[in-house]
């Protein structure tokens, strides 16, 4: 059997139990190239090395393996340039995920950090692209914001639109918007922000709608724009919500498409 390779040297050389193989046998996925009739060792080819590392990459990228028969154009054939082409494109749709979560990992270190920062302070802030929706609040109802901002997230989410970790209120023109940030403009309902430089402030929710109105009013100067930002601290809390208040001290540009 110089041409075969054992299940135990299969096992070694791929770093997969025997017990697996024996799997991968039962669900018909990799068939033994050569069953001793007497001894019912089993051997395989050295091209079933190969069919072993696709079936171990299948598992890493989360593809059933009970679908891996579909690659297969009898026991002893695999069709490898269709499985790659579908294998590539799971790949990259983790990768995006991935690549998704590693921008709001770092997008939400940078709200820990504001939190640190002292009460009130001047900021240079990034350019940023909201997706809005105008609401008609007198104040901030902790309720009610999040079913309004529940359906937001439902929105995006039903157009594969990606969002980081930036929601609250915006003043603008006099009128009140619902925001959330995400990661490229939209045709409709969306804001798009230049950076500028704001005074910042930390306020608790009692603070904020003290003077909720108020910054309506202050917000009819043209092309003044104040951001109320839901902000984290480093301990969460399940009671406190802090918020991050930033005014534009410029009068500055932004594109609003309705």
């Not at 302070?121 to 940023?128: T, W």
């Not at 008609?136 to 970790?165: A, F, G, P, V």
Request: hydrophobic letters at 35%; proline letters at 2%.
């Amino acid at each position: 059997m110089k041409n075969y390779l054992s299940i135990g040297e299969v096992s070694k050389i791929c770093n997969v139990g025997v017990s697996s193989l024996r799997y991968y046998e039962k669900i018909g996925i990799l068939i033994p190239a050569y069953v001793n009739p007497e001894t019912s060792y089993r051997y395989y080819s050295l091209n079933q090395l190969l069919v072993v590392d696709l079936i171990l990459m299948c598992i890493e990228l989360d593809i059933p393996l009970k679908t891996f028969s579909n690659y297969l154009m009898d026991t002893e054939i695999v069709n490898i340039e269709q499985l790659c082409n579908d294998a590539e494109k799971i790949a990259l749709d983790k990768i995006n995920t991935i690549n998704r979560n590693l921008t709001n990992i770092q997008h939400l270190r940078q709200q820990l950090q504001s939190i640190q920062h002292p009460k009130e302070q001047l900021q240079n802030v990034s350019e940023g692209i909201y997706y809005i929706t105008q609401c008609d609040y007198t104040e901030l109802d902790i309720i009610t914001y999040i079913n309004n901002i529940s359906q937001m997230y439902k929105d995006l989410r039903n157009q594969n639109i990606y969002w980081l970790y930036e929601q609250g209120l915006c003043f603008f023109n006099n009128i009140i918007y619902l925001f959330i940030r995400i990661n490229k403009p939209l045709e409709t309902n969306c804001l798009v922000i230049p950076a500028h430089t704001c005074n910042s402030q930390i306020l608790e929710l009692d603070e904020l709608n003290e003077q909720f109105l108020n910054y309506k009013n202050i917000s009819s100067e043209k092309n003044k724009v104040i951001l109320c930002k839901i902000i984290y601290d480093v301990h969460l809390s399940s009671t406190k919500v802090n918020f991050e208040l930033q005014t534009s001290l410029d009068n500055i540009i932004k594109i609003i498409k309705q």
